[in-house]
């Protein structure tokens, strides 16, 4: 398995990233325990969260999956075994969301604090903030990073119009620069990825980590009626791919799991880790068994036929 760079960072991980959203969410801790030594134990690396997961749990109040993530690397001590990736900006509370300096450093200890460690490998800005300046923001990363509390930066949801004048200040002003972009990306949100964030992010070697991978579990083939919705908690964010563009792109993944004996999951992840730039998706689970389907996408090596066949399958 070999690993790919977080763009200019120095740091590679291997092309697969756990993705931290449902601990304190969807599985308990004794769970999300079992599902990260799984993980880990399969040689995998990045495990990806934000402060504000999972705030929108009624009596949560964010912050959990940070703390489930640092009472498990305590637990077992396997720090060293992982790259960390986390998120600032999202809304945590009343006079908590923004990317100003002030709140970027305060809201890094906190992260620190849940995660029971000195360092965080990728910090990123999880949602543009037009109130603060970019340049703002890039000063308290610099600050971070040359206390040693944070190993490198990406940015989350933000434009090909602000990521460039992102990149053009650090340049000009000699800040840290964002090393990686956290956008929306899979076989059916394709446009708003490859049109204009894809040609920035390889002219700039930015690497790129993709969330919702499998469209909200759209991809994994369980939603193919109305009827299935009720299957989970995430049907009614399923609806919208329930067409003909969408219907034919599980055609085409039922065609290609057959081919490679993996599911549908899987072959839509190793769809994603075959385009060109792309470090790795992100993908959730909630029991071991559903994880080692998942992360059977990384040895898949899809052939370019079948690669061009999904690629087709989900022309927009």
């Not at 599985?27 to 997961?53: H, K, M, P, R, W």
């Not at 990149?167 to 964002?178: F, I, R």
């Not at 083939?221 to 034919?248: A, F, Q, T």
Request: with cysteine; charged share 25%.
């Amino acid at each position: 398995m070999e690993k790919r760079s977080l763009g200019n960072s120095g740091i590679s991980i291997d092309p697969f990233v756990f993705g931290g959203n449902v601990f304190g969410w969807t599985i308990d801790e004794t769970t999300s325990f079992q599902l990260l030594d799984a993980y880990v134990d399969s040689g995998l690396d990045c495990i990806d969260t934000a402060d504000v997961y999972s705030a929108w749990v009624p009596g949560n109040k964010g912050g959990e999956s940070e703390t489930i993530i640092g009472n498990w690397l305590i637990k077992t001590g396997k720090r060293d075994k992982v790259i960390l990736a986390t998120k600032v900006g999202s809304p945590m509370g009343e006079g908590k969301e923004c990317l100003s300096k002030a709140y970027i450093v305060q809201a890094v200890e906190d992260s620190l604090r849940r995660l029971q460690t000195d360092y965080i490998d990728l910090y990123q800005s999880h949602r543009d903030d037009a109130n603060t300046p970019l340049q703002e923001t890039l000063e308290a990363y610099a600050q971070l990073i040359n206390q040693g509390k944070v190993r490198a930066i990406g940015a989350s949801n933000y434009s090909a119009g602000r990521l460039k004048e992102s990149l053009k200040l650090s340049a000009d002003y000699g800040l840290p620069v964002y090393n990686t972009l956290q956008p929306e990306y899979n076989l059916y949100d394709r446009e708003g990825y490859e049109k204009e964030l894809e040609p920035l992010c390889r002219e700039n070697n930015i690497g790129v980590i993709t969330y919702f991978s499998l469209a909200s579990g759209f991809l994994s083939g369980k939603y193919r009626s109305e009827e299935d919705l009720s299957k989970s908690k995430r049907g009614n964010g399923i609806k919208k791919y329930l067409n003909e563009r969408g219907h034919r792109i599980l055609s085409a993944l039922d065609q290609i799991s057959q081919e490679y004996n993996a599911t549908p999951a899987a072959v839509a992840l190793a769809w994603v880790i075959a385009r060109p730039g792309i470090t790795a998706p992100i993908a959730s689970a909630t029991s071991v068994e559903q994880l080692n389907e998942l992360t059977k996408a990384v040895q898949l090596n899809l052939s370019q036929e079948a690669v061009d066949t999904l690629t087709q399958a989900s022309s927009y």
